[in-house]
């Protein structure tokens, strides 16, 4: 495979990559980071801070929630946090600005694109329309929590295998939802019913046709799990 330029690293422009603050394609696929947009520190996270959070157990808010609020637990990519949330909150927005994992999109906020996809006990939902108290005891599993280590997810290998975004701001909510469709034995294995099933993940850039491509080339290389 021919590795295409890093387009958010200008020509010419000195190897920050290996700092962890300029996010390569394939760390793209690990995180969802979007773009040249979000090609910042502050929507980055390197991967000492992830591996830091895999090794940690339990994250506690501390004290009693306040008014208004619920306390919850969410397990989120194998890590148990305890948190004090509004009422009501969205799960998107927990997980965003309470547990920066900002890898999920908030694209429409209406439940019209798919951008915000993640599994709720393996089940792809659309979580700009969840609340989180509704979810307290749920596993969920963002994009952050796909790949192992180095490894990326069959289905990130895939995406990046075929060049399956353009921008990437859908590419999160795209590969969320794969995973889901290529784990049900209910949905059918044709091209057909591929597009029908991610029928709800919009792509502005219209890479349809390439993220189809990874979808069916990822099929088989699974094992059956997430
Ligand atoms: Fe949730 Fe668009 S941001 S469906
Ligand atoms: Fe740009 Fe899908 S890659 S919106």
């Known amino acids: 495979m021919t590795e295409t330029r890093d387009l958010n690293k200008p020509e010419g422009s000195p190897d920050v990559e290996a700092s962890g603050v300029i996010p390569s394609r394939r760390n793209f696929l690990k995180f969802g980071v979007s773009g040249i947009a979000a090609a910042t520190v502050s929507t980055w996270i390197p991967d000492s801070v992830v591996a830091a959070q895999l090794t940690t157990e339990v994250i506690d808010d501390e004290g009693a929630?306040?008014?208004?609020?619920?306390?919850?637990?969410?397990?989120?990519?194998?890590?148990?946090?305890?948190?004090?949330?509004?009422?009501?909150?969205?799960?998107?927005?927990?997980?965003?600005?309470?547990?920066?994992?900002?890898?999920?999109?908030?694209?429409?906020?209406?439940?019209?694109?798919?951008?915000?996809?993640?599994?709720?006990?393996?089940?792809?939902?659309?979580?700009?329309?969840?609340?989180?108290?509704?979810?307290?005891?749920?596993?969920?599993?963002?994009?952050?929590?796909?790949?192992?280590?180095?490894?990326?997810h069959p289905v990130q290998e895939a995406f990046w295998d075929h060049d399956a975004y353009q921008c990437g701001y859908c590419t999160s909510g795209q590969i969320m939802s794969a995973v889901a469709l290529l784990n049900d034995p209910n949905i059918g294995t044709d091209d057909d019913s591929v597009k029908e099933a991610m029928s709800g993940n919009i792509c502005r850039c219209g890479a349809y046709k390439n993220i189809l491509a990874a979808i069916q080339s990822a099929r088989g290389k699974m094992g059956g799990t997430v």
């Open 65 to 152: 929630p306040g008014a208004g609020e619920r306390r919850i637990q969410l397990t989120v990519n194998g890590q148990l946090h305890k948190l004090n949330v509004p009422a009501n909150a969205i799960l998107l927005d927990v997980l965003r600005d309470r547990l920066q994992l900002t890898g999920t999109k908030k694209g429409c906020d209406h439940g019209q694109c798919g951008a915000c996809t993640l599994l709720v006990n393996g089940i792809a939902i659309n979580s700009c329309l969840s609340i989180a108290m509704q979810h307290d005891g749920d596993s969920i599993t963002t994009i952050e929590g796909l790949s192992q280590g180095d490894d990326l």
